[in-house]
């Protein structure tokens, strides 16, 4: 084993040989929008983004599924595997099966394993002084999607947060890889505030993110003010209270989506800044459009991140 749990990583490598490492990571949720084919293809976009997190590429991925007796047709959880297929597919990897129980409420997601380099590993550790610090997808999903299932969100707000939630970090993780990547993790449940702290506790550094500059989701921003927050944006806050510091002069809505789990989120990449706007104008050009510079690193203050 070359990574395990110790640094909260966003999947575990084992090395079979001195050049080739398998990355194994799970995840699984219950449904965030209505239509069964598009909960699938989120929640498996959403599993593929630790293995590329990682530097790696998918190879195989298995089905999870909790599935209520009796009070759905089988015709939904169809739908539901066919869009996990579909985004494991546009990876590049095969789905080989996967297993299923009776439960009360439905869930889906994958398990699936990747390969790597051992030596081209990038982990969520590593984070220099003075490092740049890019963000590749826009923010909001987790108050959208909030916002949906009270009815409250726009058409237009949907359509986008789906378009994120759906696309896959494999053209990011790619891009990444030709230039000197420090640390990387996925965006996602803790939050941008909760993986910064990971990556900058686990480096030794601050993390300064700068609130103006974050990419948003049309809406997120409207709809944080009305109040459509998740459950896990209030634990994220409890937990990072006395971890991090926000400056009084940001605005409260931009806290919440800072704070805001995030599902099938973008990549968040440390790496020197003299490469930094070199990086995102490549990810640009790629096809990644909300790519930005999010901030930087310094040494250690009194806390691991500061949102300015």
């Given amino acids: 084993m070359i990574v395990g749990t110790e640094t909260s990583d966003d999947a575990g ?18 449904p965030i929008v209505d239509d069964p084919y598009t ?51 546009a990876a590049g990897a095969v789905v080989l099966g996967g297993h299923s129980i009776i439960d009360a409420e439905l869930k889906y997601g994958m398990a699936v394993t990747g390969v790597v380099h051992p ?12 490092d740049a610090l890019i963000l590749t997808k826009p923010l909001g999903t987790g108050i959208i999607s909030t916002a949906l299932k009270r009815r409250k969100a726009s058409a237009a707000s949907v359509r986008a947060a789906v378009a994120s939630m759906i696309a896959l970090n494999n053209t990011a993780s790619a891009t990444m ?18 993986h910064a702290f990971e990556m900058a506790s686990g480096s030794g550094v601050t993390l300064v993110l700068e609130a103006r500059t974050m ?4 809406g997120a921003r409207r709809l944080a003010g009305q109040g459509h927050l998740t459950g896990g944006c209030r634990r994220n806050s409890d937990y990072l209270k006395d971890k991090i510091a ?57 806390v691991s991140v500061r949102l300015v």
């Fill in 39 to 89: 909960f699938g293809q989120i929640a498996a976009a959403n599993a593929l983004s630790d293995i590329y997190a990682m530097g790696a590429d998918p190879v195989t991925a298995l089905n999870i599924v909790g599935f209520p007796r009796g009070t759905l047709d089988l015709d939904v959880l169809a739908d539901i595997l066919r869009g996990g297929a579909e985004r494991v597919r």
């Fill in 246 to 302: 926000i400056d009084r002069s940001v605005n409260g809505r931009l806290v919440d989506i800072a704070l805001d789990p995030q599902t099938s989120g973008g990549l968040l990449i440390a790496l020197p800044a003299d490469h930094g706007d070199a990086l995102v104008e490549r990810l640009r050009t790629s096809g990644v459009e909300a790519a930005t510079r999010v901030g930087y690193a310094t040494a250690f203050q009194d």
């Fill in 119 to 130: 030596d081209r590993v990038i982990r969520n550790v590593g984070v220099r002084d003075g």
């Fill in 13 to 30: 490598v084992f090395r079979l040989r001195p050049d080739l490492a398998t990355v194994h990571t799970v995840d699984f949720f219950t």
């Fill in 177 to 194: 890889r030709s230039f000197p990547v420090h640390a990387c993790s996925d965006v996602t449940g803790y939050g941008l505030l909760g």
């Fill in 215 to 218: 990419p948003l989701l049309p």
